[in-house]
T-cell receptor, first 116, second 114 residues
């Protein structure tokens, strides 16, 4: 499985942009990068995903380098409620009789603490 | 739209016992995946069900088994519980599509084995 590397923790001031880096140097050409976050004692929450191009949705932006070996998740205006563990994941696929299948392989993630 | 629900919320069992955890998929989703999350770790993939069959499994022993029902709800069964089985068990549902495959997680069941 493609491995991701993230810093264990980061701090951000409330109202500022939070930029969370991720290295995935062994990613294959057809593997997607997914970001999830987990607020304490809750289930992980989907944020965004991408393959090659930069992506933006109502929660965040995802910047993927041209060689696809790293990416950055950007929370444009962090709030206290964004304090969570953020997981960068390379989606792993396999084939079965039912067709294509995928799983998410989580690492330890980055604990983002947004400070007032 | 109904989200993913899991029951029970918390559970305490004794070593050697058996446990069944339940999951209701998000409306319209036909695939269910189960994950185990030990304290301080990221979730680890246990297995996935589609069309009521297991179609992928992580590095977990056979005493971890599951079921998926025609309404796409699912059960996770663990036999001969061990202390190391204490964890948060997460269910995630998704819709099989060719490219996009967001998995939506439930709140989890906290299992404590004593």
């Amino acid at each position: 499985d493609a491995k991701t590397t993230q810093p264990p923790s980061m701090d951000c001031a409330e109202g500022r942009a939070a930029n969370l880096p991720c290295n995935h140097s062994t990613i294959s050409g057809n593997e997607y990068v997914y970001w999830y976050r987990q607020i304490h004692s809750q289930g992980p929450q989907y944020i965004i995903h991408g393959l090659k191009n930069n992506e933006t949705n109502e929660m965040a932006s995802l910047i993927i380098t041209e060689d696809r070996k790293s990416s950055t998740l950007i929370l444009p205006h962090a709030t206290l409620r964004d304090t969570a563990v953020y997981y960068c994941i390379v989606r792993v696929g396999w084939w079965s009789s039912g067709g294509s299948n995928y799983k998410l392989t989580f690492g330890k993630g980055t604990l983002l603490t947004v400070n007032p | 739209e109904t989200g993913v629900t899991q029951s029970p919320t918390h559970l305490i069992k004794t070593r050697g016992q058996q446990v069944t955890l339940r999951c209701s998929s998000q409306s319209g989703h036909n695939t269910v995946s189960w994950y185990q999350q030990a304290l301080g770790q990221g979730p680890q993939f246990i297995f996935q069900y589609y069309r009521e069959e297991e179609n992928g499994r992580g590095n977990f022993p056979p005493r971890f088994s599951g079921l998926q029902f025609p309404n796409y709800s699912s059960e996770l069964n663990v036999n001969a519980l061990e202390l190391d089985d204490s964890a948060l068990y997460l269910c995630a549902s998704s819709l099989r599509l060719a490219e996009t495959y967001e998995q939506y997680f439930g709140p989890g069941t906290r299992l404590t084995v004593t």
